[in-house]
């Protein structure tokens, strides 16, 4: 399993969201007569507090610009740690669409981490640091939830709880004149995220038919089945468009009995479409069906002469999408042959 290529940028996309938070933080300076005299935008960037402390208190050079202005903040993934609580079972699966429509694929389902990100303040005054954390603290109660995108191959988008910590104050202001002073809160959170390992294709497709089979004894080694209930999915709507008939005369909502053009496509007790309204025929004379009205939560519509019935056939059972609604088809059957289903031959043999 190791070895298999992959790169999801999880990690990535979860530390870009939550820097994202604090991109648009401003503070105001107000003069004498308390008139807004500037607005400052905070910048943010990526990088550990040390490198921008580095740079604010080496010695300017006379031939460059001093490039760290405050106020400023910066981030930094600190920790990845598993997350007992979040377990799930490791060979528990989900099936998932590809966002480009291609076939189904088979999930294992993602393991839980926990990202911890360190967010840090740094200011001159006191008052710049005050405005700044009060755009912040409200939002995290203590948690602020993001949708971001984990796996946009199949679209798979959770929200992720960005968890503040504590926050931890440090006020430089010790040193003669000539030191500057730093102000610099350090806010730690947890993001709540999920890793996804390959994504494979899925060759068994999508469950087409669903098998039980019952048994008179609970010892299956001496005892045969007595019955077999199967399920299979059903269209209910046209795919193909077989228009296999037309209406001969007008519908009207309470109407059961309908004249049709021709019965040669049409069979008892299976399900047809006009317009957008299910029936089903529960029985066919002459040019004449009689049907049950309005199936599968379709509602009884008034039809004109001429609109075309189609079919709900097994054309149509195949072609059900993924995320399309559909009903079920049901058998049942009654055995005394002494047989049990192989799965390992895909057969009745005998016992």
């Known amino acids: 399993m190791l070895g298999t290529y992959f790169y999801h940028e999880i990690i990535r996309k979860t530390i870009i969201a939550f820097g994202t938070l604090f991109n648009n933080i401003y503070i105001k300076h107000n003069d004498e007569q308390d008139n807004t005299d500037s607005i400052i935008k905070v910048p943010i960037a990526y990088g550990p507090i040390q490198k921008f402390l580095a740079r604010i208190e080496q010695k300017p050079d006379l031939r460059k610009r001093q490039a760290i202005t405050l106020p400023r903040m910066s981030f930094e993934l600190t920790s990845i740690q598993y997350d007992t609580s979040r377990k799930v079972s490791t060979m528990q699966t989900f099936t998932a669409v590809r966002s480009d429509g291609g076939n189904p694929v088979k999930v294992f389902m993602p393991v839980p981490y926990n990202l911890g990100i360190q967010l840090s303040i740094i200011t001159k005054y006191n008052d710049d640091m005050l405005q700044i954390v009060e755009q912040i603290l409200p939002f995290f109660q203590p948690q602020f939830n993001l949708t971001i995108d984990l796996v946009s191959s199949i679209g798979e988008k959770r929200d992720i709880p960005m968890i503040l910590e504590n926050i931890q104050m440090n006020d430089n202001y010790e040193g003669d004149f000539s030191e500057r002073r730093n102000l610099i809160y350090t806010l730690n959170f947890t993001a709540k995220t999920y890793m996804f390992g390959p994504i494979a294709d899925n060759t068994e497709g999508l469950i087409k038919k669903v098998q039980v089979d019952y048994y008179s004894?609970?010892?299956?080694?001496?005892?045969?089945?007595?019955?077999?209930?199967?399920?299979?999915?059903?269209?209910?709507?046209?795919?193909?468009?077989?228009?296999?008939?037309?209406?001969?005369?007008?519908?009207?909502?309470e109407d059961t009995i309908i004249k049709v053009s021709n019965t040669t496509l049409l069979s008892s007790n299976s399900y047809i479409m006009i317009n957008d309204e299910e029936m089903f025929i529960k029985n066919i004379s002459s040019n004449e069906i009689t049907v049950n009205r309005a199936q599968d939560n379709t509602i009884a519509s008034k039809h004109d002469?001429?609109?075309?019935?189609?079919?709900?056939?097994?054309?149509?059972?195949?072609?059900?999408?993924?995320?399309?609604?559909?009903?079920?088809?049901?058998?049942?059957?009654?055995?005394?042959?002494?047989?049990?289903?192989?799965?390992?031959?895909?057969?009745?043999?005998?016992l």
Do not use: C, H
Not at 236 to 247: E, F, G, K, P
């Open 217 to 253: 004894d609970t010892n299956r080694k001496n005892a045969s089945r007595q019955l077999r209930y199967t399920v299979t999915p059903r269209a209910i709507q046209d795919y193909d468009s077989d228009r296999s008939s037309l209406l001969a005369e007008d519908v009207n909502p």
């Open 305 to 350: 002469a001429g609109s075309y019935i189609n079919v709900l056939n097994d054309i149509d059972n195949e072609l059900i999408e993924v995320d399309d609604d559909f009903g079920f088809n049901e058998e049942r059957f009654d055995f005394g042959d002494g047989k049990i289903w192989s799965t390992t031959k895909n057969m009745d043999v005998q």
